[in-house]
Every structure is written in structure tokens, then in C-alpha cells.
């Protein structure tokens, strides 16, 4: 087993993903993807020990995402992640351009690595794109290492820097200029108006359980 720098609660399973910066992936996971216990930003992708901000070459802005596999899966979950991502930009993510901000989802596994190429797969047939458009890596999970604790729940902490960096980043811009206003709203409703229900892990369907931190979109300085 991959030894991360964060413990995940007996019984609850992660995924790690790059979806540019930290803070916006974090919120967009805590906020409107069913069963997400936490979203911890982090490093992951590089071969160094111990990156930090300041000194992270060669990893990537993660999420470690922690969940219950009761309540979602590690399918699901992805959908969400590809939602929250220009999967045509390769050398970053909106504003943030540069290999920290590449796009990416990681993988552990076989299984794993399977229901990612499915996942990307059924996308790329419901919007009739190219698989040589996409620029997301699919990867062999590495070690994740926790970012530095004022960079862990900021849009909560900080919520009015944060609007005013999403904002200026042009990401809600440019997500629903990739996926289509519809497309785009049913993957950040508080509400899972689309999605009523979601998969768990052992192919169930449950009621969908979101925003598990109880914060408004107001605080979270959403625009």
C-alpha cells in the first residue's frame, strides 16, 4: 500500500486528482459530490519527499479525496472531477499555467485504471470529442503529501480571497464553456437535483449526500 502523508478513516477509501488549484478542487468535491467525507490539498506525482509550496518540482497540486464507499464510489466520484477540469489544457488550468497545475487523475490498481479509461471513454462518446483532444494523464497513483495547513479548507477559511481569485481565474467561465451550462449546474447543485442518487461502491444506489461541511454557498464565495 502506498504510504500517504494522511491517515483515511478504517472503512473509507481515497482517490487523489489534479484538477489545477487545490483550493477550487477542494471545494468543489466538499461541496456537491455525494459521500465525500473530506478533500485534503496536497503534492503527489513527483518522486521528492516532502514538497511543499514553495519547493514542490515535479508534483502536482493534488486532492486526496477521502470517502465512504457506502455512499459513492471511486466511478462517481471521477465524473466529478472530470466536471471541474478543461480537459483540453495540458499546461495547466484556467489561470494557473505551469507542470504544478497539470491535469490529472490518479489511479491504484487494475480496477482502478479500468473504471477511469471507462469513465473517460463514456465522455468522450457523450460529447463526441477525440481522445487525442484530451489532456489529462491518467497515472499510477504516487505518494500523497499534505499542503501546508493554511492552504487545507481556505475557501471556507478565506472566502472572500477565494471568490475573488475563482472570479478572476475565469473557472466557472470556462467549465461551462467546455461542458455546457446544464451539464456544468448539475455538478455544482447543493441540491443533487440531477443527481438524486448516487452508486456506491458496491453498485447500490443511495440517496446522494453532499456539502458534508454544512457550508453555505454564500461563505463559500461562490459566483
Given at each position: 500500500a502506498i504510504a500517504d502523508d494522511y491517515t483515511v478513516t478504517p472503512g473509507h477509501k481515497s482517490l487523489v486528482v489534479a484538477m489545477g488549484c487545490f483550493w477550487c478542487a477542494e471545494e468543489a468535491f466538499e461541496h456537491y459530490a455525494p459521500g465525500v467525507v473530506e478533500a485534503v490539498s496536497g503534492y503527489s506525482g513527483g518522486t521528492s519527499s516532502n514538497p511543499t509550496y514553495r519547493n514542490h518540482a515535479g508534483h502536482m497540486e493534488v486532492v486526496l479525496v477521502e470517502y465512504?464507499?457506502?455512499?459513492?464510489?471511486?466511478?462517481?466520484?471521477?465524473?466529478?472531477a472530470w466536471r471541474n477540469m478543461d480537459p483540453f489544457d495540458g499546461t495547466g488550468q484556467f489561470c494557473d499555467k505551469g507542470s504544478s497545475y497539470h491535469p490529472a487523475i490518479f489511479y491504484d490498481g487494475e480496477e482502478e485504471h479500468s473504471i477511469a479509461l471507462s469513465v473517460l471513454d463514456k465522455i468522450l462518446e457523450e460529447h463526441s470529442w477525440s481522445a487525442v483532444q484530451i489532456e489529462v494523464s491518467l497515472l499510477e497513483r504516487t505518494t500523497f503529501w499534505?499542503?501546508?495547513?493554511?492552504?487545507?479548507?481556505?475557501?471556507?477559511?478565506?472566502?472572500?480571497?477565494?471568490?475573488?481569485?475563482?472570479?478572476?481565474?475565469?473557472r466557472v467561465d470556462r467549465l461551462i464553456q467546455v461542458w455546457g451550462d446544464k451539464e456544468y449546474h448539475c455538478y455544482h447543485d447543493l441540491d443533487s437535483a440531477c443527481f438524486p442518487t448516487a452508486t456506491n461502491a458496491s453498485g447500490v444506489e443511495v440517496e446522494s449526500e453532499v456539502n458534508v461541511k454544512g457550508v453555505p454557498v454564500t461563505e463559500a464565495g461562490l459566483l
Open positions: 465512504d464507499p457506502a455512499k459513492t464510489s471511486y466511478q462517481v466520484l471521477l465524473n466529478y499534505k499542503a501546508e495547513d493554511y492552504h487545507q479548507n481556505y475557501y471556507i477559511k478565506k472566502s472572500d480571497s477565494y471568490a475573488y481569485y475563482k472570479e478572476r481565474c475565469g
